[in-house]
């Protein structure tokens, strides 16, 4: 039987066995280790319902912040005339670069949560949500109404409780990995459906 996550945000999910991981030892935490909760959990991976989402809304704030950032820094750049590509490639690097980062620091702090909280992909690590949120505005143009910014909220919320094939198979991959792994694909495939929905509101 497939196993899922403590908290799991999935709908109607079957019954399943819980996969227990050896806790670390009982020993005083160091500082790694809150920093490492802090990271996994974002503030938020303990509230009693639907965590995930909880850390997908985080994931779109930081999208939300990113835009406005990346403006101001692109007319200061420009205004005192240095050389920038143009402001979407701009702003589209700019949330690349700062995936790569979240994905990387994520693999990090969830592989040194899971023996803290002694389970596997517990409900309250959500950077991965987090990281899966911030792919699915990836090719979303930057100057798209609130229409694309709730239909991108949408959108991976469903792919990542659905984990339609293969998301279910990167579940199974080694620690911090596997539960980092699973929501870039739900965001991809998210990010697809979005690049569909723009594709036609232009045309229309």
């Not at 950032?69 to 050389?83: C, K, Y």
């Not at 389970?119 to 959500?126: E, I, L, T």
Request: glycine share 8%; charged share 15%.
């Amino acid at each position: 039987m497939r196993t899922i996550k403590e908290s799991s945000d999935e709908l109607n999910a079957p019954v399943v066995t819980r996969a227990f991981i050896a806790r670390a030892p009982q020993q005083r935490r160091t500082a790694r280790d809150y920093l490492a909760l802090g990271i996994a959990t974002c503030g938020v991976g303990y509230m009693p319902l639907a965590p995930g989402t909880w850390g997908s809304a985080i994931g779109v704030g930081i999208y939300l912040l990113l835009r406005a950032v990346s403006t101001e820094v692109f007319a200061f750049a420009t205004a005192r005339g240095w050389n920038l590509p143009p402001l979407e490639s701009f702003r589209t690097t700019s949330e690349l670069l700062l995936l790569i980062v979240i994905s990387i620091v994520g693999i990090w702090a969830a592989s040194r949560t899971e023996p803290l909280l002694g389970r596997k992909d517990p409900g309250a690590v959500v950077v991965d949500e987090v990281a899966g949120q911030l792919v699915t505005f990836l090719f979303v143009p930057w100057d798209s109404g609130w229409w694309a910014i709730v239909a991108g909220f949408l959108a991976f919320r469903l792919f990542d409780i659905w984990k339609p094939y293969p998301i279910h198979r990167l579940e199974a991959l080694e620690s911090g990995l596997g539960i980092m792994a699973d929501d870039l694909l739900a965001g991809a495939y998210a990010a697809t459906l979005m690049s569909l929905l723009t594709s036609v509101y232009i045309l229309l």
